[in-house]
Every structure is written in structure tokens, then in C-alpha cells.
């Protein structure tokens, strides 16, 4: 295949990822960054018929190299604000610049300058690799958040187009600098180069699109699975996680137990403060149980309502019964913040250990709401046992 068929097949493919782009740019909820990937794909495509459509290839005049290593440099600096603002981060417009622009400064200021044309040639690939790189930082970087499989192939692609890069600059500082042989391009090295760069632009163009949707499925699960006003887990998003963590205990033979918490007099709340104080006060309530519980060993949730569960695995029934005492104490004794003024508010808790034999939590969840309308009846702000509460057998010695 000749490297003008290889061209235009690398153009074409473009342009058909530049009409989807545009389309997800306005449809995506990912619209800024489908935006920015858009502008990407087409100042890649314009530099690719600038960068092998010139007679001068590979040494351009001192305006022509800075144009197009400087179209070439801003497809990846949008590209690397795309995926920044795809995955929320913060897009630092001094990194956008340097990316954008240094490539083709460093052409074109080297050229004027004198350079011989292989050092600025050997300059500037160095500084497109170092480019790459950092563009690729955002797609393989995890911060804290869930990794989505297809983002690590846009990574390992954009890497991997790094590394290609890195390549050409050993091989044209080899031929220049050992062998004494100043480059010579052959039509095979295009055409490699040139199928190189279609398998990885395609690589990367389709990783962005799996991502967008696998980001909308992410999210999807997550509406199902998360109580919107709180954050924390809903009914069914407990269930799912309960799962785990009890055959988690019921392999090792570990106790587990579940409280459910009630906020006392909610409704007097809303009545007298209105819903949207009602919706702090849910909030808060949901934040203090998040923080009171053990991450990664608990699971918290809202379970309808002014009602919050909480799966406590490696817990007797003891340790639970004290544990929800102290989560008591901690809502009752620190006023709720409603803006122009504070109210205090209280929660009772009723108590039930897990049968760590059964597949759910079912009998455990009907075991301690039982209990939790005994802790209303007995007067509210307390914490109450669905079963009576058996001390070690050394402290019965004693």
C-alpha cells in the first residue's frame, strides 16, 4: 500500500471519528470533553496531511515546522484537557500552553537559530515524547476513583505512541551520531509510521468512546444503587453490599450485626423548619453514621425515609449495642446547623446480631426493627437490643 493510500485512510478515519465526536460533544453528558476531543482529532488530522504532505519533509522551513508541530502539539493539549475534564479534574492552563505550543517553538526557534536541521529534528520528536506522556498521565491515573477498563487503553495507547516517538528519536540519533549517517527517510518508514499512527489514533478514538459509555453505566448503577440526598447507599445498594461482607464473615465465622436508626419526632422537623431543613438534617445524619462506622468494614445506607441501616461485620451483639450508644450520644449532643439557627436532634436505634447461616439479612433487619419501636416506646434517644445481651463466660465467673 502506497503512503498517499495510507494517508488518506489515516485522514478518513479521522473525519469519520470527528463526526461522532461532534455528535457526542452535544448528546454526551461528557459534553466539554467530547468537545475538546473533537478539536483533538481534527488538529491531528490537519497536521498529519501538513506533516507528510510537505515537499521539505522532514525538514520544514523555520514558519512551516512551527505551524505544524504547533497544530500538531494543540490536538494533544486538547486531547490532555479532555481527559481532564472528563474525569473532573482541574485543567491547569499553563500545562494546556506548554503542550500546545513548545513543540513548535522549539522547531521554529531552532531553526532560525542555525541548528543543523537533524538536532532540531531530534529536539523536537524528544519534545513530542515528552508530550505524549503527559497526555497519557490522565488516562492512567486512578486518584482515588473507580478505574474504568477502557481508559486504560487509551493510557497504554497514548504510552505506547510515547514509546514509538522514543523510538525514532534513538534510531535518528544512531543514524547521526554513531553511524555518521544523517537520516534518510525511505518511503518504508513512512508507510510505517503512517500505520502506526492510524492503529493507534483508531486505539485511542475508540477507548474514548467505550469510556463515555461506560462511565454512562457506571453512573447508571450508581442512581440505582445510591440515595441521592445523603450519598450513602439505598435500600437495594445495601442489600448488594450486605452480600459480600456476610460470606465474607460466614467464611472466617466472624459476628456481624445490624442496627437500624430512626430520626425521633422527624415530621415535627419538616413542620416547623420546612423540608428543605429536613433534607440538612437527613444529610448530616447520613454524614455522622458514615464517619461513626469503619470504612471498608461497615455498610452504611439509607433505608427509606428518616430510617439509616448499618451492617457492622466482626461485632457482637454487645459491641454493636455500645457502638449505637455512642452513635446516640454523638447526634443528641451536637446541634444540627440549619443556617440562621441550630436544633438538636435526636435518633433511636433498635439491635439485632446476623445470622451469618442465612443468605440475607432479612430475619436480622424484621429483629431489629422490632427493636427499634421498643426503643421509641421506652422513651427515644436510646439504643435497644432485639435479644438480651449474654457476657463472656469469664465475666459470669466472676
Request: net charge neutral; aromatic share 10%.
Amino acid at each position: 500500500m502506497d503512503i498517499n493510500t495510507l494517508l488518506f485512510a489515516s485522514v478518513a478515519a479521522r473525519g469519520g471519528f470527528i463526526l461522532i465526536f461532534l455528535i457526542a460533544s452535544v448528546k454526551s453528558e461528557a459534553r466539554i470533553a467530547f468537545r475538546l476531543w473533537t478539536i483533538s482529532i481534527f488538529g491531528s488530522a490537519t497536521g498529519i496531511l501538513l506533516f507528510y504532505g510537505d515537499p521539505h519533509y522532514p525538514y520544514y522551513l523555520a514558519g512551516r515546522g512551527w505551524l505544524i508541530y504547533t497544530i500538531i502539539g494543540l490536538s494533544l493539549s486538547c486531547m490532555w484537557a479532555g481527559g481532564h475534564a472528563f474525569f473532573g479534574y482541574r485543567v491547569n492552563k499553563a500545562v494546556f500552553a506548554l503542550i500546545g505550543f513548545v513543540p513548535g517553538l522549539v522547531y521554529g526557534g531552532a531553526r532560525t537559530g542555525g541548528m543543523l536541521p537533524d538536532t532540531v529534528l531530534l529536539l523536537t520528536i524528544a519534545t513530542l515524547v515528552v508530550a505524549m506522556a503527559v497526555v497519557s498521565h490522565p488516562f492512567l491515573s486512578r486518584r482515588g476513583r473507580r478505574f474504568l477498563p477502557s481508559q486504560l487503553l487509551v493510557g497504554v495507547s497514548l504510552a505506547t505512541y510515547s514509546a514509538a516517538l522514543f523510538t525514532s528519536f534513538v534510531l535518528v540519533a544512531v543514524r547521526l551520531f554513531v553511524s555518521g549517517v544523517a537520516p534518510d527517510p525511505q518511503a518504508s518508514d513512512i508507510s510505517l509510521a503512517l500505520f502506526i499512527d492510524q492503529l493507534m489514533s483508531v486505539l485511542i478514538y475508540v477507548g474514548l468512546v467505550a469510556m463515555s459509555l461506560e462511565h454512562v453505566q457506571m453512573r447508571m448503577k450508581q442512581l440505582a444503587t445510591i440515595d441521592p440526598l445523603t450519598g450513602l447507599a439505598n435500600r437495594r445498594g445495601v442489600q448488594e453490599q450486605t452480600a459480600a461482607v456476610i460470606d465474607a464473615c460466614r467464611r472466617a465465622r466472624r459476628p456481624m450485626a445490624v442496627l437500624i436508626a430512626d430520626l425521633d419526632h422527624f415530621k415535627s422537623i419538616n413542620d416547623q423548619y420546612g423540608h428543605d431543613c429536613g433534607d440538612m438534617v437527613l444529610q448530616e445524619v447520613g454524614n455522622r453514621l458514615s464517619s461513626h462506622s469503619r470504612r471498608g468494614q461497615d455498610v452504611t445506607g439509607r433505608w427509606g425515609g428518616e430510617e439509616f441501616l448499618a451492617v457492622l461485620s466482626d461485632m457482637t451483639l454487645a459491641e454493636a449495642v455500645s457502638f449505637a450508644d455512642r452513635l446516640c450520644l454523638r447526634v443528641a449532643q451536637e446541634p444540627f446547623d440549619l443556617g440562621d439557627q441550630k436544633i438538636t436532634v435526636t435518633v433511636s436505634i433498635g439491635v439485632a446480631s446476623i445470622d451469618c447461616h442465612a443468605s440475607s439479612l432479612d430475619k436480622a433487619v424484621r429483629a431489629a426493627d422490632e427493636a427499634l419501636y421498643e426503643a421509641k416506646r421506652n422513651g427515644r434517644n436510646r439504643a435497644h437490643s432485639a435479644e438480651p445481651i449474654v457476657a463472656p463466660a469469664f465475666a459470669q465467673a466472676m
